[in-house]
């Protein structure tokens, strides 16, 4: 190597030779972890089709009483932002190389390289709405379902002529599709790189999984809509 | 069945003051088993003696011919046009240094390559030209001849992102190279010796899995096998886990 190497370099390999290592581990592993927080996060938003939403509220109530949620909230966001600064090194940053990448991607027409695009894409959409997201959560806690069923079922602002847009409802189904393509093939890539399964069919196998959580996600977004006219907001669930 | 095609081949010698980079249409009448090989003769021969292009084995083991056809990267003596569209664009592979038109230099990279990874085999046994030589397993020399089937095209580089833009980038075939010192055990070196030449950004860690140059080597190496190899067997060495018969190692 050290013919290719100037002093710059050199040092920084002095400093500590396995930090390539453990930053490329530390993209792995938060990758890991957040697609796990992500299935999990949407199986318990499942639990609305049972009961409906009495299981989905003392999972909030549990969630509060034994400092889970006062916990595992800060603990999420830690990982993202280590997850921002460890898997964000590797997207074309500067103009020059988002032009390289670009030019590259159209001519190449190769899947996996504009799933990758894609990636980068749904990762900066992510950024923004899982911190509204969040946001949102975090100043009308607790969690209630009929309180989740109300904003759901919300309409927008009325735009001119009258016509108006759920903007919630558009504003789950938004971040559902883009969470779900960044973990889905998040999860491909990672199987790629450390080569545990055969590239091809482990694709199959993540989409299998993809598209049940989508259909969770999606299902659950119907059963808020329900329970919104069926229950007035602030009103008892049986 | 014969059809007339339009090849649009990407122009420019740096070696010309005031040469401007452009695309050129060539028109040819295509024959049964015509390859870019041939095609790209003819044109020479009877059109334009002027295009730059570069061929010697013409059959897909020297790796000089590989170029951007129609945007993929791939051999032109391996490639029939039979296969591409009536008009279809060809450019000189990107990364490398351009001579001219579609020729690239991929020696230099390569010899650099060479002298990065230290491919050669390092060992402190004196070599006895009397000797026999020592043998090795079947399932070793098979796995070894696996990444030995490169024959530095260069494709894989220039189809790699990672490599467009990172400049230190050994790129899949660097890494696929390492792995075949790896396997072999006449090479002495230590887990940590290779950790200094691929344990870094540059090397195992740089790549990001896109799988194109996987798709699209022209000699099928199993490159993301090899790379995934390289990647398990460096965090191996760096954690300092003695995994064997584990995945990990
Ligand atoms: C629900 C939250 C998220 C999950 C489940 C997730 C998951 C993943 C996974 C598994 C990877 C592949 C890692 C690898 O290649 O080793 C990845 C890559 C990436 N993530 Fe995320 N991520 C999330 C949020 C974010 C956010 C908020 C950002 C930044 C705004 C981000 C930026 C990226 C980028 C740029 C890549 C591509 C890196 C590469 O290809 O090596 N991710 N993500
Ligand atoms: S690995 Fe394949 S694509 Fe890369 S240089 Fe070798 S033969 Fe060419
Ligand atoms: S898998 Fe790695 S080496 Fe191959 S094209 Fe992608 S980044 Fe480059
Ligand atoms: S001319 Fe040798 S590989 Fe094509």
Redesign the pocket.
Known sequence: MELAKNLQKTLNQKANPKTDLYVDLAESVTGIILVGFLWMHMLFVGTIYINNGVLFNSLSEGLDKYYLAQIGIPATVLVILIHIFMAGRRAPMRLRDLRIAWRLTKSLKHTDTWIWVGQVITALIIGIMASMHLWEIMTTWPIEATKSAHRVALDGIAFMGGFSIKYYLWFYVALLLAGEYHAGFGLYRIFVKWGWFERHKMGYVLKGITLIILFIGFGALYMFIRLAEMVPLGGALH | MSRNITLSIFRYNPNIPGDTPRMQDYKLEEYSGMTLFVALNEIREKQDPTLMFDFVCRAAIC?SCAMLINGRPGLACKTLTKNLPSRFTLMPLPVFKLIGDLSVDTGTWFRNLQVRTESWIHTNKKFDPNALEVRMSNETAEAIYEPER????????ATCITANIREDFIG??GI?RVSRFLIDPRDERTDREYFEVVGNEDGAFGCVGLMA?DDY???E?P?QKQLALVRRKMAAAGLKLDLKGMKIS
């Open positions: 790796g490169c024959i530095e095209c260069g494709c894989c580089v899949a075939t696929n140059c080597c022209p000699m190496v490159l």
